[in-house]
């Protein structure tokens, strides 16, 4: 339902906006004094789409009245209609966030120009609120799953950071622990769900563009930029910036994100213009950034700067207890995505997913599942598309392995992945194996035919010698590669 306050002191003047307005399928309430009007935004917590009010009331001044709704929280978009108005008053009502400041007698042309578009912002401004309050649905500090110690600590330490307006934040942890999930929580849960969130996976970006896709550029800054690009700070504004991946950004570009984060205000790539923000800014790096700022791979400062609060995730191999409570919130998820109703996960298969060292973590397990969910037949976990054995290796459920072990089964291809020529590689596509999977073997087979040489892998691929150092360590290929 479209809502509209008008306040307005003129009997004919309020009646006739009415009038107007209701013709056009809006809903209207008409307030002659400031006092009706506070009664019915404040008091009552009403809040219209737009708000239509004079300037000068009898018992008071509307300029005044809107820096009191704001005060309280309320968002309306606010059109003032005024005989007079001072080049202050439309100073103030511009800071205030008034849209618009119309003299009277109307220009009605004009009005339905400005009601336009103050019904395009109370629309994309709605839009907001549902996401931040989906979001906030979604992303709860109970959305971190599990009863162990190492789950309870975390989901206490999110709801505490929740709590408190901090600035920059470090995830650690291994590759699928669920970093990205922990920085939907921190922003859904925390003081900026009702901004934007924006993530961006540092090492997924080429070197060269990822300046521009931080701070964006200016028309010509570079070959191929043809136009204004608004870059993911400029974008991020009032919420949250999420950095994955951080310690494989360029060492150059540090220093210059550094300066950006300690401003709060860059300059786009070929650009003259200061452009200030507001953002909190989490960071992720399943890296030891503090061993790498010591080793010189990782600025120093950039690592001070963004590791106000660290907050390291624990491998599932320290919280096997949690898998099964895992696996049932996936059931839920998958069937509603596959149509199908697996219920049960059988003593002897849990028994497997626990004794299994799962290098990949959450990420992984969910592969797992969602592969065996989407092939099951009936209410049961099936077996046979597991695709992982129990390892011996692995510590008991009440004895956790040390957070950078390395243990489990290496993967191994199914039989069905075949070579037909020196050149090829065939892969299935029945759902046997997942993207991840399959980027695996692609890579490892690459390798292997180059003498497990990464330049030669990297010219073979067709990809960048960072991104291919970061997948050689996504999937744990480090020992095998030289330079």
């Known amino acids: 339902m479209r809502t509209i306050t008008i306040i307005e002191d003129e009997k004919l003047l309020g009646s006739e906006l009415k009038r107007r307005f209701e013709r056009e399928g809006w809903s209207v309430t008409l307030s002659p004094t400031l006092a009706d009007a506070r009664r019915l935004i404040m008091e009552l917590d009403f809040s219209p789409s737009i708000v ?68 395009r912002g109370a629309r994309a401004r709605q839009r907001i609120t549902d996401t931040a309050r989906t979001g906030a649905q979604k992303y709860s500090p109970d959305s971190f799953i599990g009863d162990s110690p ?9 709801g505490q950071l929740a709590t408190i307006p901090i600035t920059s934040i470090l995830l650690g942890g291994e590759t699928g622990t669920g970093k990205g999930l922990v920085a939907k929580i ?23 563009m990822l300046e521009s896709e931080l701070f964006g550029h200016e028309p010509g800054a570079f070959t191929g930029a043809k136009g204004r690009h608004r870059g993911l700070m400029e974008q991020a504004d009032g919420g949250t910036l999420f950095l994955d991946e951080i310690g494989e950004m360029d060492i150059g570009l540090q220093s210059k994100l550094l300066k950006a984060i300690e401003e709060q205000s860059f300059r786009r790539v070929g650009g003259e213009e200061k452009i200030s923000v507001d953002i909190q800014l989490i960071t992720a790096s399943n890296r030891d950034l503090r061993a790498a700022s010591d080793q010189g791979d990782f600025r120093r400062d950039l690592y001070h700067r963004i590791s106000v609060f660290e907050l390291r995730l624990p491998s599932l191999r320290e919280r096997p207890n949690d898998i099964a409570s895992i696996v049932t919130t996936l059931f839920t998820e998958f069937n509603a995505r596959s149509g199908k109703q697996v219920s049960i996960l059988p003593p002897s298969i849990l028994e497997t997913l626990q004794s299994y060292s799962w290098p990949g973590n959450v990420r992984e397990l969910r592969n797992v599942i969602e592969r065996s969910v989407m092939l099951a037949t009936g209410p049961e976990l ?45 892969l299935p596509l029945d759902g046997s194996m997942t993207l991840d ?47």
């Open 52 to 119: 239509l009010s004079d300037m000068n009331l009898p018992d008071g001044n509307g300029l005044d009245f809107l820096e009191e709704v704001r005060a309280h929280g309320g968002r309306s978009e606010w059109i003032f209609l005024s005989g007079y108005g001072s080049r202050q008053d439309i100073a103030r009502a511009a800071k205030l966030g008034a849209l618009d400041f119309l003299a009277k007698p109307l220009d009605y042309h004009k009005l339905d120009l400005t009601i336009a578009t103050a019904t």
């Open 150 to 158: 190492a789950a309870t600590q975390v989901r206490t330490m999110l």
């Open 186 to 208: 921190l922003h859904y849960a925390g003081q900026r769900a009702e901004g934007p969130f924006v993530d961006l996976n540092c090492a997924a970006i080429p070197r060269d």
């Open 382 to 426: 099936p077996r046979e598309w597991l695709g992982i054995a129990p390892d011996s290796t692995t510590a008991s459920p009440a004895t956790p392995v040390a957070p950078h072990r390395q243990s489990g089964p290496a993967p191994i291809a199914p039989p069905d992945v075949t070579l037909h020529d020196p050149d090829g590689l065939t």
């Open 437 to 483: 999977d399959m980027e695996e073997c692609i890579i490892r087979t690459v390798l292997e035919r180059h003498n497990y040489n990464v330049m030669a892998a990297v010219r073979a691929l067709g990809t960048t010698r960072e991104t291919l150092r970061y997948r050689i360590r996504k999937y744990g290929l480090e020992a095998l590669v030289h330079a």
